[in-house]
């Protein structure tokens, strides 16, 4: 289990540096000269492999006052077999710029920059990160939220009501990297199995040894690992030789 | 000739006589035999081999990861499968599971999957073609290759060549097979899956035969030039109908209905209701539970509600008020095979939530509809229309035959050869390309065709491509003992006075019982095992809930005492499970045990996190209230659920704790002592 988030991190620096040169458009003068880019929304979105995000990613590019910047290029770059549509283009009146992302098929983080020209022809870049998840990740999802989900995630929607306020150990959600990152693989897996007190936790924490199967708590650990935020980088990483 | 004659010498050199012959071809022969490996250096797959033992080289595992190694051409044959694959020629780490922090190909160790790589090999799942030794012919469709690999988008299809079942980790497939069902595709093509089992729709499309009782003319045309501008949730597909064709539609099914026979007249609306009345039957209907299958448009636009019945946004504008009172009194009455249940409404509800309904307009759906009276040649032209688009596939008309194989066979669509489908111009060559174009727009491929246009979302077009690349030769040609079967719904119908009345009131619209129904409710199976007589009576009486949280919820029917008497008996007779011997077991009343219980539940086992016994106290709420569970549910059943809550009822999220006999019967007194308000302060 640890090394398929081994593969993550690693992945995500792999991703990360075989990006495409995407092309520069033929923009007009912009309205004043763009000082920063920010995103406004779409990022941290988590889809499985191969899917289109469900949300577009929107950025907006402002000027050095914060105001936004109507007729600047941006031009975003994917990681290798993302595809964005479009790939660059001119910002609207409201200085905000709206792409669709589909990712490609190898499970990870996918590290989108976006792009724009500043002041005497620097390069204004902002990163935006998504997650796919893999076969074994997506099922811990499916898993997670039949199981799991209804406790530790705080949200609450209209067709399922989370019980995390009705709880005296609060559990921690997936996405808590800074607490679940510090527990290694062996505990994580054996407070699944056996519960809160295999670990001297709270017993609110049942057991799912019994209920869930290995495969299943693999998987499990799959998806909390690959959720986590900041993500999970176990110590032992070793990345390959580069050719 | 100086040619000649130097030819003549060399030939005389090499051939001369027998040694020098011998010598010679032993040369020749040596250069030939050597040049056969020596080709092998000049393929991708050695170059990827030789890539991988450059990438191990430096690894600290280099020693075994190099052991592991065998170079040259790999092979997986499975003959059963109908698989021959060399992708391991070049991906040569599929199995190494040390490599997983290498992310470039062709060096990927295979993601965790439940199968062995070796047992399916690589093209069951991924396609593409597994003979073939280069990069571009084993990826991707050239020359006379037939099937390039599938995109990752639509694995899941893959699974769906054996599992004909729902699967934790094939959502998409799951969700795509169960469009097919649930937007009536299977109405029109036949899309058996791959072990022979039908799906069976599950939209429920009306009968038409008394439409004239239901709706006005104005309507079925304003519906049928736009289904999805009455209702978004509309199953009904758009058949891009010209005004023309859209009157003659609506002239022949209203010629065609015929009044339908009410035993029993309600009255009619007695003049508009007031404000009060209104606010009194929206009451009515959450009291009645109706947004457990229908939704309606609040005041922010969004739909609130299930969508198991029609959304009733704009109801009154379709339906007349007179038949709304009619069906909401017994909708068996219009149509026998209704999903809706018999709820047995007082006048009064009835005119409550009659009023409430008719309130329900929508001026501007019908604003500009103004049809003159229809004559016969329209009326005859709408006949021919119907037939023509099949509208019986679906529908119930008076006259029309359900037409037989209407849509093209799509048995086999996930196999069907790019040389014989007709691609539109700038299109994408591939077969999930073409399915997904076929379904987003149908009659992009031709104005003539009859595929109507359906109002599908990105997410559940990608979900139909899915099951849809399922329907493969290869699935149906695999051997029997490979394929998990789906459990097909029965045909199970109770019987007797029981049986009658689970059917006026739908039961297995919600609930499954063996393995029949809907699973919006929890699966009757073992019931009878599970509860108590005076609880049950009671419950069918007025059915609280046991889930505060649930926004779907079990509706009060009004049954009889006697009804309720009839349901309760045939329940606790019948629906029984041989592993709980129902009255074995009594449960300690002893203080102590009742206390240790108490401590069992509090401390070691902390239940309290999801149930609630002590309503001041506990807060849970993921499982069931248990405040009155020891007048609910009988001891050998609460025993039984605690040592393996599965065996009862398979897919529950209680966790199994193999809990030990002590524990078990401590906290079944325990429970068991949780008798509601009365048993309080004890």
Known sequence: ?243 | MANRSKLASIRETLFGDSARAFGTLGIVLLLLLAVVPARDQFREWYRYQKGYLRLIGGRGDAVTLKRRFTGGIQQTWIPELNVVDRCSSCHVAMKEATLRDVGTQPFRPHPSIPHSLTDFGCVMCHRGQGVATTVEEAHRSTLAWEEPMIPARYLESSCGQCHMDKLAGTPKLNAGRGLLSRYGCVHCHSIPLPDGTKLIPSDDPPPLTHIADKTTREWIYGWLKNPAGYSSTATMPNFQLNDNDARDISAFLMAQSTPSAYPVAVPEASGTPDAPALQAGASAYGESFCASCHAIQNAAGLLVGGNLGPELTRIATKAKPGWIRQWVHNPKDYDPGTAMPHYRFDDKQLALIGGFLESKTDPDFLANVHLDTATAGQIAHGKQLVNENGCAACHEINGIRKPESLAPDLTAVGSRPLAKIVFVAGMEHTLPAYIEAKIKQPRSFGAALKMPQFNLAVPQIDALVTALLAQTDRAFNLPARLRVARHPATNYEPAGAAGRLMHDLNCFSCHAINGRGGDMAPDLTFEGSSVQREWLLAFFKNPNTLRPTLIRRMPKFNVTDQESAILTDYILAVYQTPSVEKDSMVASSEPADIERGRQLFYSKYACQSCHIVDPKKDKGYVGPTLTHVGSRLNAAWIYQWLKAPQSLRPGTIEPDRQMNDADGKALTAFLMAQKGQEAKGK
């Not at chain 1, 004043?32 to 988590?46: F, R």
């Not at chain 1, 001119?90 to 792409?99: A, E, V």
């Not at chain 1, 902002?126 to 997650?131: S, Y």
């Not at chain 1, 176990?234 to 030789?241: C, G, M």
Request: net charge neutral; with cysteine.
């Open chain 1, 1 to 243: 289990m640890r090394t398929a988030a081994i593969g993550i991190a690693a992945l995500s620096l792999v991703l990360a540096n075989c990006s495409r040169p995407a092309v520069q458009p033929s923009a007009k003068a912009p309205s004043a000269t763009p000082a920063a880019i920010v995103e406004v929304s779409g990022g941290k979105q988590v889809t499985t492999i191969g899917t289109p995000l469900e949300q577009p990613i929107v950025v907006q590019v402002n000027d050095s006052h914060g105001a936004p910047v109507a007729g600047a290029s941006v031009s975003f770059r994917a990681p290798n077999g993302a595809v964005m549509q479009p790939a660059w283009g001119i910002t609207g009146s409201d200085g905000q710029f709206t792409t669709a992302l589909t990712i490609g098929s190898i499970a990870g983080r996918y590290k989108v920059s976006a792009a724009t020209e500043g002041a005497g022809g620097k390069t204004v870049e902002i990163r935006i990160e998504e997650l796919a998840l893999g076969f074994e990740q997506n099922l811990g999802k499916q898993l997670s939220d039949v199981y799991c989900s209804r406790c530790h995630d705080p949200e609450s929607t209209a067709e399922r009501v989370s019980n995390f306020d009705n709880l005296t150990a609060k559990p921690h959600a997936f996405g808590d990297g800074a607490y679940l990152n510090k527990i290694g693989d062996a505990d994580l897996w054996a407070i699944v199995q056996h519960g809160g007190p295999a670990l001297n936790k709270s017993a609110e924490m049942p057991p799912y040894g019994r209920t869930l199967s290995k495969a299943d708590i693999d998987a499990l650990m799959a998806y909390i690992r690959a959720v986590a935020d900041p993500p999970y980088q176990p110590k032992e990483t070793v990345f390959a030789q580069r050719q």
